[in-house]
C-alpha cells in the first residue's frame, strides 16, 4: 500500500520555560499545560511524487525554549527556510470565498531507539529529525527538554505505528530576540518528502488539549488535479472545505517565485480544507489520494495499521457486483428478446 | 480429649506462623491511566504496591484524602521522594512502596503533574 507522505502540523510541546513562539500550524501548550488557541496555517503541495510541506514559526516575545514536535510519513530529503509569502498568498487568494462549503498506510515496525536522522538550523530554530517508536521519541524529547502533556504516550504511539518519523523543532525565543527578530516574525520552514500521496496529520493538533477545547487550523492543498480526501468534509466532524477549485495562474506564478518554490506547476488543483472543532472530534488526520480515488483509512487514522484496508476491496467488490449485475441485466434482454 | 487438645494446638500454631503477609498490589500505567481504577485491600496488614511506569514521560501515584489532594493540586513539589505514599514514577520505571491502613478507609490516589489528573490519572483505594 503506498505510503502518504505526511506532514504534520506543529504540534507544540512546551519545553522548558516561559516562551511563547507560536507555531503557524499546531496546537500550543504552554509550560503550566495551558493551551493557547491558535488558528494555525499548513501549505501542503504535492508534484511529481514529493510532497512539500510549508509552515511558519511565529515569534511571539517572551524568552527561554519552547518546541514542537511534528509527525512525519517518510524521511524528509530536505528541510529548508521556506519562502517568504507562500502562506500569505495562499490566505489572499481564497480569503474572498466566504461562505464556506459544508461539504497506504502500512503498519509500520515499532523501533526501540532513537536514530537521529537530519539536524540543521534555521534562524532560531534547532530543527531535528528522529526515527524511532513512540515511547524512544518521547524519551528523546523529554531529555531533550520538552514537557510532554498527558495524552503524548498515546498519540506519539499513534503516529509510530503509521510512520516512525517525527520532526523535533526547538524555538530559542532569547535567539530569537538576539537576532533582532520582532513580535509576529514568523520563521517559514519548508520540509520535502517524497511519498506517494500527501497527508496531513490533525490529530495532533489536539495534544495537550482538554475534550471542549476548540481547534483550528486551515490547511492548503495544491495538487495536480483534484483529489480525493478522507474523511469527508462533512462540517459536522469539524472539516470543511471552504475552497476548491483550479488554482489561478497568478497564484502558481506568484506561488512559484518565492524561495524555494520552483517546483510549482503550471497547473494544479488548489483546496483550502478547514477544521473547527473541538479536541475530543479530532480523531483523525487527512489522507489524501492525487488520483482521485481511495485515500487510505489507515492513514486518515479510521483504522489501525496492519488491519485491511477495505477500501480498495470494497471497490474491487462493488466493481464485480456491478459487472455481475450488467451481465445478468444483459442476459435478461437477451431472453425476453429471444422470447 | 487428647484430640480436641491436638487440633487446638495446631490452630495456635498455624496461627503463629501465619504473620500478616504482605500483600501485593500491581498497578501498570500505561497512555496516563492506571490499569486499575479501584484497588481494595485489608486494613491491618503491609500491602506492597509497586507501580510500573510503561509510559515515556513521568507520572505520580499520590494516595491521600480529598484534603492531600487539594494540597497537591495547588503544590509545587517536582518530585516526591520522602513520603511512602506518594511516588514519582520516573519515565519507563517502576517504584515499590509498602503501606498499613490502620483502620477501614477510603482514598483516591492521583497523579498531579498538569493536566494527568483531567486526563484520567484518578483511582480509589478502599481498606477494609
Given at each position: 500500500?503506498?505510503?502518504?507522505?505526511?506532514?504534520?502540523?506543529?504540534?507544540?510541546?512546551?519545553?522548558?520555560?516561559?516562551?511563547?513562539?507560536?507555531?503557524?500550524?499546531?496546537?500550543?501548550?504552554?509550560?503550566?499545560?495551558?493551551?493557547?488557541?491558535?488558528?494555525?496555517?499548513?501549505?501542503?503541495?504535492?508534484?511529481?511524487?514529493?510532497?512539500?510541506?510549508?509552515?511558519?514559526?511565529?515569534?511571539?516575545?517572551?524568552?527561554?525554549?519552547?518546541?514542537?514536535?511534528?509527525?512525519?510519513?517518510?524521511?524528509?530529503?530536505?528541510?529548508?527556510?521556506?519562502?517568504?509569502?507562500?502562506?500569505?498568498?495562499?490566505?489572499?487568494?481564497?480569503?474572498?470565498?466566504?461562505?464556506?462549503?459544508?461539504?497506504?498506510?502500512?503498519?509500520?515496525?515499532?523501533?526501540?531507539?532513537?536514530?537521529?536522522?537530519?539536524?540543521?538550523?534555521?534562524?532560531?530554530?534547532?530543527?531535528?529529525?528522529?526515527?524511532?517508536?513512540?515511547?524512544?521519541?518521547?524519551?528523546?524529547?523529554?531529555?531533550?527538554?520538552?514537557?510532554?502533556?498527558?495524552?503524548?504516550?498515546?498519540?506519539?504511539?499513534?503516529?509510530?505505528?503509521?510512520?516512525?518519523?517525527?520532526?523535533?523543532?526547538?524555538?530559542?525565543?532569547?535567539?530569537?530576540?538576539?537576532?533582532?527578530?520582532?513580535?509576529?516574525?514568523?520563521?517559514?520552514?519548508?520540509?520535502?518528502?517524497?511519498?506517494?500521496?500527501?497527508?496531513?496529520?490533525?490529530?495532533?493538533?489536539?495534544?495537550?488539549?482538554?475534550?471542549?477545547?476548540?481547534?483550528?487550523?486551515?490547511?492548503?492543498?495544491?495538487?495536480?488535479?483534484?483529489?480525493?480526501?478522507?474523511?469527508?468534509?462533512?462540517?459536522?466532524?469539524?472539516?470543511?472545505?471552504?475552497?476548491?477549485?483550479?488554482?489561478?495562474?497568478?497564484?502558481?506564478?506568484?506561488?512559484?517565485?518565492?524561495?524555494?518554490?520552483?517546483?510549482?506547476?503550471?497547473?494544479?488543483?488548489?483546496?483550502?480544507?478547514?477544521?473547527?472543532?473541538?479536541?475530543?472530534?479530532?480523531?483523525?488526520?487527512?489522507?489524501?489520494?492525487?488520483?482521485?480515488?481511495?485515500?487510505?483509512?489507515?492513514?486518515?487514522?479510521?483504522?489501525?495499521?496492519?488491519?485491511?484496508?477495505?477500501?480498495?476491496?470494497?471497490?474491487?467488490?462493488?466493481?464485480?457486483?456491478?459487472?455481475?449485475?450488467?451481465?445478468?441485466?444483459?442476459?435478461?434482454?437477451?431472453?425476453?428478446?429471444?422470447? | 480429649?487428647?484430640?480436641?487438645?491436638?487440633?487446638?494446638?495446631?490452630?495456635?500454631?498455624?496461627?503463629?506462623?501465619?504473620?500478616?503477609?504482605?500483600?501485593?498490589?500491581?498497578?501498570?500505567?500505561?497512555?496516563?491511566?492506571y490499569?486499575?481504577?479501584?484497588v481494595?485491600?485489608?486494613?491491618?496488614?503491609?500491602?506492597?504496591f509497586?507501580?510500573?511506569?510503561?509510559?515515556?514521560?513521568?507520572?505520580e501515584w499520590m494516595l491521600g484524602d480529598m484534603a492531600m489532594h487539594e494540597r497537591h493540586r495547588l503544590g509545587t513539589e517536582?518530585v516526591h521522594t520522602s513520603r511512602p505514599d506518594e511516588l514519582t514514577?520516573?519515565?519507563?520505571?517502576?517504584?515499590?512502596t509498602?503501606l498499613t491502613f490502620p483502620t477501614?478507609m477510603t482514598l483516591m490516589y492521583m497523579c498531579h503533574l498538569?493536566?494527568h489528573e483531567?486526563?484520567?490519572m484518578v483511582g480509589m483505594l478502599v481498606a477494609?
Amino acid at each position: 500500500m503506498p505510503r502518504s507522505v505526511v506532514f504534520a502540523l506543529a504540534l507544540a510541546f512546551s519545553m522548558l520555560t516561559l516562551a511563547a513562539p507560536a507555531f503557524a500550524c499546531g496546537g500550543l501548550i504552554g509550560p503550566n499545560g495551558a493551551v493557547n488557541l491558535l488558528r494555525t496555517t499548513t501549505f501542503v503541495g504535492y508534484h511529481d511524487g514529493v510532497e512539500h510541506y510549508v509552515t511558519a514559526f511565529q515569534f511571539a516575545g517572551g524568552g527561554g525554549k519552547f518546541g514542537s514536535l511534528t509527525p512525519l510519513p517518510g524521511v524528509p530529503s530536505n528541510v529548508e527556510k521556506g519562502g517568504s509569502w507562500t502562506l500569505q498568498r495562499l490566505i489572499r487568494e481564497t480569503q474572498p470565498i466566504k461562505a464556506p462549503v459544508p461539504l497506504a498506510f502500512g503498519a509500520a515496525t515499532r523501533a526501540d531507539a532513537v536514530e537521529v536522522l537530519l539536524e540543521t538550523k534555521i534562524d532560531a530554530l534547532d530543527i531535528t529529525v528522529l526515527r524511532g517508536g513512540g515511547a524512544a521519541v518521547g524519551e528523546w524529547a523529554t531529555a531533550h527538554g520538552f514537557r510532554l502533556p498527558a495524552d503524548a504516550p498515546a498519540v506519539l504511539d499513534f503516529y509510530a505505528d503509521r510512520s516512525p518519523i517525527f520532526l523535533a523543532a526547538a524555538f530559542d525565543a532569547d535567539a530569537a530576540a538576539a537576532r533582532g527578530q520582532n513580535v509576529g516574525d514568523g520563521t517559514p520552514v519548508h520540509i520535502t518528502i517524497p511519498t506517494a500521496n500527501p497527508w496531513v496529520p490533525l490529530r495532533i493538533l489536539a495534544l495537550g488539549k482538554q475534550a471542549n477545547d476548540p481547534v483550528q487550523a486551515d490547511v492548503y492543498l495544491l495538487t495536480d488535479r483534484k483529489p480525493a480526501i478522507l474523511p469527508l468534509a462533512r462540517g459536522a466532524n469539524g472539516l470543511t472545505l471552504a475552497y476548491d477549485q483550479t488554482a489561478s495562474k497568478p497564484l502558481l506564478d506568484d506561488l512559484r517565485s518565492d524561495t524555494g518554490m520552483g517546483w510549482v506547476p503550471a497547473n494544479g488543483w488548489l483546496s483550502q480544507l478547514r477544521i473547527d472543532t473541538n479536541a475530543s472530534t479530532l480523531s483523525y488526520d487527512l489522507a489524501v489520494d492525487v488520483q482521485g480515488h481511495s485515500p487510505s483509512r489507515v492513514a486518515a487514522g479510521l483504522e489501525s495499521p496492519g488491519s485491511t484496508d477495505p477500501t480498495p476491496i470494497a471497490l474491487t467488490m462493488l466493481a464485480a457486483a456491478m459487472a455481475a449485475l450488467i451481465l445478468v441485466a444483459i442476459r435478461e434482454q437477451r431472453r425476453t428478446v429471444l422470447a | 480429649m487428647k484430640r480436641a487438645l491436638a487440633v487446638l494446638l495446631l490452630v495456635a500454631a498455624a496461627g503463629a506462623c501465619a504473620p500478616a503477609a504482605p500483600r501485593a498490589v500491581e498497578i501498570t500505567i500505561h497512555y496516563s491511566h492506571y490499569s486499575t481504577s479501584e484497588v481494595d485491600v485489608p486494613a491491618g496488614v503491609p500491602i506492597t504496591f509497586t507501580i510500573r511506569n510503561d509510559d515515556p514521560i513521568d507520572h505520580e501515584w499520590m494516595l491521600g484524602d480529598m484534603a492531600m489532594h487539594e494540597r497537591h493540586r495547588l503544590g509545587t513539589e517536582p518530585v516526591h521522594t520522602s513520603r511512602p505514599d506518594e511516588l514519582t514514577i520516573p519515565a519507563l520505571s517502576t517504584r515499590t512502596t509498602t503501606l498499613t491502613f490502620p483502620t477501614a478507609m477510603t482514598l483516591m490516589y492521583m497523579c498531579h503533574l498538569p493536566g494527568h489528573e483531567a486526563y484520567g490519572m484518578v483511582g480509589m483505594l478502599v481498606a477494609r
